[in-house]
């Protein structure tokens, strides 16, 4: 049975994406080491006397991890540059919807692996225990994720042949990052402290809502990014 | 196989189209000469469905599945291979890359090669490659012969006849009336968003028709 | 040109209004009893803050007009409103302290009215920051309407979060300065002032669209002076 034609492109556009992003390994690396860096800074710059760090871990959590996504961001597009194979995935037959599909596939499994980096990093400097909310956690992030970069894909189709492109990007994101940070990381605090997954239930709708909404949205508003 | 009914279009306050109509048929290579500004790109970008014209209406017979696109940019990603491109651009058209179309462009030897460690000449063949995995009927190609070396060049007006033969429509723009005529069946001169001359070739060699358009541009 | 003109009537009418206004608020109006003198900021601060989120609001829609019909000039209305909101937000945080410091004894709360404008500034400045980096006017157009789209569907998740944020972070100090509950006296002169800023915003927003047509005429005659003027993409 052959997959729905949106489904097969978006895949097509995803794959050769992770094929060159992990093939080159610059990137990951670089975020990844971004990612040890900012975790060093808030463990110097803590004050371990003050609060503890498990109240403190999920506000380090999501900065760490808002950080990182924006630094990622970019590189979807990016690619699209040197040669101007844009222009080539515009000319192919397939949906402008494929190619946004496959950036943001690409781009959260891209974030997706500097999470499985960065989580284990903040138990580890925090001391905080991770392992037995591992499932209703990475539901959580999983969720949250997907707010940042849908937005955040959609936008980086705009920035990216602008002179400051990064930095103008992370500024035009933060907006639309900060509601889904806020209930990310009030719906972590609980769960590390062992509450059972029910006790988050509000703050994962709000999550899945957002995401909902703002996938959607970016669909609808992606052509606009790339058609003249 | 291609056709363009009062193609208008403006960008802000220049008109790009201003009234163009023609078709072209199964095996023509229609070449359009014109100077910078004139809308030859624009004009192409319409026939590709890249642009939606404002007023007057393209068609392609097959869709965007049948047309192929050479222009300045290679459209390749410098960190795959030679191969892995070609898979690629073919997937997308639902297709797999031609077992011979390495071959015809002398490109086998540097299949596993990635893009970025090629050199420029070698990058161009590897470009029309690109434009021909899927087997286009109708080829688009803007300003092809800017920059490319001799080898290339005799590739490209070797493929381009080849296309020809085998009954597929061509539709070439440039301002380099010397090179383009050679592959011409019918020959058309663009100013300011209009065709100021519509004719088949008929025989008229490089020079001729180098004359006549300056004489219809200047 | 008439546009211009039009608009300048209007804001100078609006700023005599609004002196009209302060003199009614600081003469006529009684004093609020226990905020004091501090408290006829208010008469411009909410009013400000309630056209900050609607000219986001008519941004929004704009662009929502501007990708289906494609007509420049709800783009150059939503340009014009976001530089407005962007101006009226500023009015709202600068308002805000001034008004905060002597009632709450602090600068800055996170009172729920100024967290939202506070969102709807940064979002009006990238708005315009997007703007500024784009060159082709086209694009542009598209991109600003794709973010000011964006921009207006956030806002209500942002009202969800500050009062989430509210609930979890009760205030510093017992007064709310948000909505006092008004004798009538006070009441008109709000309403007045909510009239006023909204002439005010009609009145900037007509002569920015003004200035922007104006701009862009001047721009094409230049080009259509030189020739055959340049083509975007254009070999």
Redesign the interface.
């Known amino acids: 049975m052959r997959l729905p034609e949106v489904v097969r492109h978006s895949w097509t556009v995803a794959s050769k994406d992770l094929l060159i992003e992990f093939r080159s390994r610059t990137a990951i690396v670089s975020a990844a080491m971004f990612v040890i860096l900012v975790l060093l800074v808030f463990t110097f710059a803590r004050d371990p006397t003050a609060v503890a760090a498990v109240d403190l871990a999920p506000s380090i959590l999501w900065v760490t991890l808002t950080f990182a996504a924006v630094l990622a961001l970019n590189r979807a597009f990016q690619l699209e540059l040197e040669n101007q194979a844009l222009d080539g995935l515009l000319l192919a037959p397939i949906g402008r919807s494929s190619i946004y599909l496959g950036k943001l596939l690409a781009n959260l499994v891209f974030v997706g692996t500097v999470e499985l980096i960065g989580v284990p990093l903040l138990a580890l400097f925090f001391n905080v225990t991770v392992w037995p909310y591992a499932a209703p956690l990475a539901l959580v992030i999983v969720l949250a994720t997907i707010g940042f970069v849908s937005v955040g894909t959609l936008f980086s189709a705009m920035t990216v042949r602008t002179r400051v492109s990064e930095l103008l990007l992370a500024v035009l994101v933060l907006p639309f990052m900060i509601p889904p940070l806020m209930w990310a990381s009030r719906a972590t605090g609980p769960l590390l402290a062992g509450r059972p997954l029910s006790d988050i239930i509000g703050w994962l709708k709000m999550l899945a809502a957002y995401d909902i909404v703002f996938v959607g949205l970016a669909l609808l508003l992606f052509p606009a990014t790339v058609n003249e | 196989m291609l056709r363009a009914e009062e193609l208008h279009h403006s ?4 008109r ?1 189209l201003d009234g163009i109509s023609f078709s072209v048929r199964p095996g023509q290579t229609l070449a359009i000469f014109g100077p ?7 004009l192409l ?1 319409v026939l ?4 939606r014209p404002q007023r007057g209406h393209a068609h392609v017979d097959g ?3 049948a ?1 192929g ?1 050479i ?10 291979t030679v191969k ?1 491109n070609l898979r ?2 073919a ?3 639902d297709v797999h890359p031609p077992g011979e179309l390495l071959a015809r462009l002398g490109l086998e030897e540097h299949a596993d090669r990635p893009v970025r460690a090629l050199s420029r000449g070698l990058l161009q063949r590897v470009a029309i490659a ?1 434009a021909l995995v899927h087997n286009p009927a109708v080829l688009l190609l ?2 092809p012969f ?1 920059g490319l070396d001799r080898t290339a060049a005799e590739t490209l007006g070797r493929l381009l006849a080849q296309h020809a033969a085998a009954g597929r429509a061509t539709v070439l ?1 440039t ?1 380099n009336v010397e090179e383009g005529t050679g592959l011409a069946t019918d020959v058309a001169f663009m100013r ?1 968003g209009r065709f100021v001359h519509f004719a088949p070739r008929a025989g008229r060699g490089p020079q001729q028709v180098g004359e006549e358009y300056r004489n219809a541009i200047a | 040109m008439r546009l211009l003109r039009a608009g300048r009537w209007i804001t100078s009418t609006a700023l005599l209004l609004l002196a009209g206004v302060y003199v009614r608020a600081l003469v006529y109006t009684p004093l609020e009893r226990m905020q004091g003198a501090a408290q006829k900021i208010f008469y411009v601060h909410v009013p400000a803050a309630i056209w900050a989120e609607t000219a986001m609001i008519l941004v929004g829609l704009a662009s929502v007009f501007y990708l289906f019909l494609k007509d420049p000039r709800l783009d150059r209305f939503a340009a014009a409103s976001a530089e407005v909101g962007t101006v009226f937000a500023a009015i709202v945080l600068t308002t805000g302290p001034i008004w905060g410091k002597p009632i709450w004894g602090t600068w800055w709360s996170w009172d729920a009215r100024l967290t939202l404008t506070l969102f709807l500034f940064l979002l009006y400045v990238g708005y315009l920051l997007l703007r500024n980096a784009v060159t082709d006017p086209a694009e542009r157009a598209r991109f600003a309407a794709v973010l000011g789209i964006c921009g207006m569907v956030l806002v209500p998740f942002i009202h969800f979060s500050v009062y989430m944020f509210r609930t979890l972070h009760p205030m510093p100090i017992v007064l709310k300065p948000s909505a006092p509950s008004l004798p009538p006296s006070m009441l008109v002169t709000w309403l007045l002032s909510l009239g006023v800023f909204t002439l005010l915003y009609v009145g900037f927003v007509i002569q920015r669209y003004a200035l922007s047509d104006l701009r862009e005429q001047l721009e094409a005659a230049g080009d259509g002076g030189r020739g055959t003027g340049g083509e975007r993409g254009d070999g």
């Open positions: 960008f802000a306050s220049v790009a910078n500004g004139a809308g030859k790109t624009t970008k590709a469905g890249l642009i869709g965007r599945r047309i696109w222009g300045h940019q290679a459209q390749l990603y410098n960190q795959l892995e690629f651009w997937s997308l058209y690109r803007d300003e800017t723009v301002h300011a």
